[in-house]
């Protein structure tokens, strides 16, 4: 499991917003530049600049200069961790679930078993 509290809060607070969640979403199809990336946005490119820069913070998203073109593309890295650490809990929540649900139907069966 990850323990490094730090990547998971940088992945999930890179995420918490839609507009990154649907930059890395395109980012996920392929590289694509900046301008490219900001065309589907209503909203000024410094502004998708400032959420490029928190996703490459967050290290879901790679930039490589070509001149003056900024290519992006997305690393899966952060997400496969951020997985990782959902997976744990899950498996976790699971098994507390599975324990309550024994303990209700025990309870139910008791209740049954005093009413016949």
Known sequence: MVNNTAIL??????LADPTRRRILERLTVGTSNV?????????????????????EKA???IRT?????HQMKADPLPLQEA??????YTRHWEGQFAA??????EQDKKQTDKIS
């Open 9 to 14: 809060d940088a992945t999930f607070a890179a």
């Open 35 to 55: 301008t490219e990336l900001a065309k589907p946005f209503r909203i000024s490119l410094p502004a998708i600049s400032k959420h490029l820069r928190v996703l």
């Open 59 to 61: 290290g879901l998203v």
């Open 65 to 69: 200069r070509h001149g003056r073109i």
């Open 83 to 88: 997985r990782s650490w959902m997976t744990h």
């Open 100 to 105: 309550m649900d024994r303990i209700l139907s």
